[in-house]
Nanobody, 119 residues
Framework: QVQLVESGGGLVQPGGSLRLSCAAS????????MGWYRQAPGKQREWVAT???????TYTDSVKGRFTISRDNAKNTVYLQMNSLKFEDTAVYYC?????????????WGQGTQVTVSA
């Protein structure tokens, strides 16, 4: 079964913090590069961060130094700690493999979790 369940989003003021979680099925998570993506209103979905199965991480430039991706291999869960949030971080955040796998029925995405940065 293919499953991705994101959670932890919400409304936060600029400069605030949120921690996102993503519970994935083993078929997606195990031994794979996992990552976070986001889609802002009116924009295409973009990649945010990647973590390898061994824990190495990479980030898009706009979040470097503010966001931290981590994973718990025992729980098939990936996290995104977001600090010093900015208005432009407002988006729906998704997790998935990096790159996303094309399954027999196409690409699979979870429902995402909404992050809104507003004063």
């Amino acid at each position: 079964q293919v499953q991705l369940v994101e959670s932890g989003g919400g409304l936060v003021q600029p400069g605030g913090s949120l921690r996102l979680s993503c519970a994935a099925s083993g078929s997606i998570f195990s031994n794979n590069f996992m990552g976070w993506y986001r889609q802002a209103p009116g924009k295409q979905r973009e990649w945010v961060a990647t973590i390898t199965s061994g824990g190495s991480t990479t980030y898009t430039d706009s979040v470097k130094g503010r966001f931290t991706i981590s994973r718990d291999n025992a729980k098939n869960t990936v996290y995104l700690q977001m600090n010093s949030l900015k208005f432009e971080d407002t988006a729906v955040y998704y997790c998935n493999q990096v790159p996303p796998k094309r399954w027999s029925a196409g690409y699979y995405w979870g429902q995402g979790t909404q992050v809104t940065v507003s004063a």
